[in-house]
């Protein structure tokens, strides 16, 4: 059986992609023409806030401009109700990089990018920036840090790829999910943030898709096997795959992984929680070794993991032995409460028993290991498929043909996980509550959720 695959061409994209791209002529005449949709000017644009190490006293801000603007500032000021909070800012010195990708075919974008480390913020409190070069600034945003108390509620997004139709299709799900939960405290988008790694015109999309809110809630990306393309792809020579060339100047993050996965793979504390980005591209043995010493030293309540290639599948064919194999004993030896995946375009929620405790179906009513979600929020569908149970897990809840988001919400010893469609019903689920030392305990909520939705479901 193979996948259904949910297929939405737009006519601007096929003209673009096919009538232009059949000739040389026309290949000049599709780079000029992407140029000028996505081209940066001297205005700030792409603005994004990044998640660090520790958001109650910093955060990370980058945007991007044409090379005439050689140099950035951001200013900065305590927000107040009053708008003459404006003249207690101060000034910030931004690093700046050009990227020059003119010889990259699918890119062909000369910028320059800006960003800033703000450190030593107070925690719980309402900050307000800009950026520009002094003279041409942008609006002013806003972001809250986090503060110091371990146990007050607080919550965040998860989606799982963006990739196809970014702009069309994606852009709702992601308003929906700020309209949602419109404090949340950050936002992890698990890979596949576009299809083609290099090409500027998705990244321009996907930008142009969240807007403001890129710039108001931290991003937490982890990268998938779309971010990872040939320097020059599509030209028939054999070469390897490398990480977006956009991916370091675009994204400011922690720089506390291993050697060589810089910003792709890290971790981040917010109050009494652990959140780990790992790269499933490649090199699990390193990163085996990284997460293990990381998870050693945890001393925070909840430890969620983020990744793209799912450890159990949620599609037909698409298994991760190695991965599983490399990865999921770790998980199990710490305890670790969720993990949140993207890369096989449906929905599938499901779980481990706790560390040795057989798979017993009564036990697993009530209590939990490792709870592993797979999402989708683009426009690109499979077919669900996948037996858990022979790889030693229980699926509870799928989805095909369903975009989705999830706000994911901490209350002390509770953890409460919901997921969304973009039209705002909720699709699935579930509660988990610490328990001294033992397995988390576990409270199954599908039943409030709307019927299982399958490729025939006509809606």
Known sequence: MTNKVFLFVPLFLFFVSTTWSQTPAGADAQRQFLESWSKPTVRPDRIILNVTEDLSTSVNVTWRTSIEVNEGILELAQATADPMFIKKSIQIEAKTEILDLRDVRVAGIRANYHSVTIEKLKPGVTYAYRVGDGTLWSEWFQFTTATEDPDEEFSFLYVGDAQNYILELWSRVVREGFRKAPDAKFFIHAGDLVNHAHREQEWHEWFMAGGFIHSMIPAMPTPGNHEYKPRMENTGNEEPSILSLQWNPQFTLPQNGPKGLEETVYYIDYKDTRIISLNSNDYHKVQANWVEKVLKENTKKWVIITYHHPMFSAAIGRDNDRLRKMWKPIFDKYAVDLVLQGHDHSYARGRVAPENNELDGLNMRDETG????????????????????????????????TQLFQVITIQGDKL???????????????????????????????????PERVFSTNK
């Open 370 to 401: 490792t709870v592993y979600v797979v999402s989708i929020s683009g426009g690109k569908m499979y077919e669900i498929g996948g037996d858990w149970t022979e790889l030693g897990a229980i699926k509870d809840r799928t989805a095909e043909n």
């Open 416 to 450: 409460v996980f919901e997921s969304f469609t973009p039209v705002g019903e909720l699709y699935d689920a579930f509660e988990l509550m610490k328990n001294g030392d033992g397995p988390n305990k576990f409270v199954e909520r599908k039943g409030e959720a709307i």
